[in-house]
């Protein structure tokens, strides 16, 4: 994996049709690195964002989840779960030959930027810029790192 990209969902889905070409007319395609994609969608709507991406000719792999953006329980809500944090390793460790690792949630400020913090650290590299430039959500983050250290 070359880079972690984060991303709101509508530049995610900018990000994705970017790759996207007619059918017999691929050669118009704008980009043509792999990438895989992490979407963290809202459990309380009912279907999340109302879309889910798929696997193309660029797009190696999906990952689609439902939780919400809380540190505790809150009812109606999902909150970030070990099962959770063990899927998202599972898939980067899978999805490490792609080019682009594309995580997006709602506003790619919190869940995302958690993830996408995670995912730089998984792979060896400085993370700090996604303390500085926002807020991760700490839960996520944490919970990911223990669930990591105890698969290791």
Same mark, same amino acid.
């Given at each position: 994996m070359k880079r972690v990209l984060l991303r709101s969902v509508f530049d995610a889905f900018e990000y994705v049709m970017a790759?996207? $070409?007619p059918?017999?007319?691929?050669?118009m395609v704008e980009k043509r690195d792999t990438?895989?994609?992490i979407s963290i969608q809202d459990s309380h709507t009912g279907g999340g964002f109302g879309f889910t991406f798929n696997k193309t000719a660029y797009c190696h792999d999906v990952l689609t989840l439902y939780f919400d953006d809380t540190v505790k329980?809150?009812?109606g809500a999902v909150l970030f779960g070990e099962a959770h944090a063990? $899927?998202?390793i599972d898939f980067i460790n899978r999805n490490r030959s792609v080019d682009t690792l594309l995580v997006h949630c709602y506003a790619g400020q919190s869940r995302s930027r958690a993830v996408a913090a995670?995912?730089?650290k998984m792979l060896g590299a400085d993370n700090r810029a996604y303390f500085t430039g926002g807020v991760p959500n700490r839960h996520i983050y944490?919970?990911?790192c223990r669930v990591y250290e105890n698969k290791t």
């Open positions: 790759h996207y $070409a059918f017999g007319e691929e050669d990438y895989a994609v329980p809150v009812p063990s $899927a998202i995670f995912a730089v944490d919970t990911l």
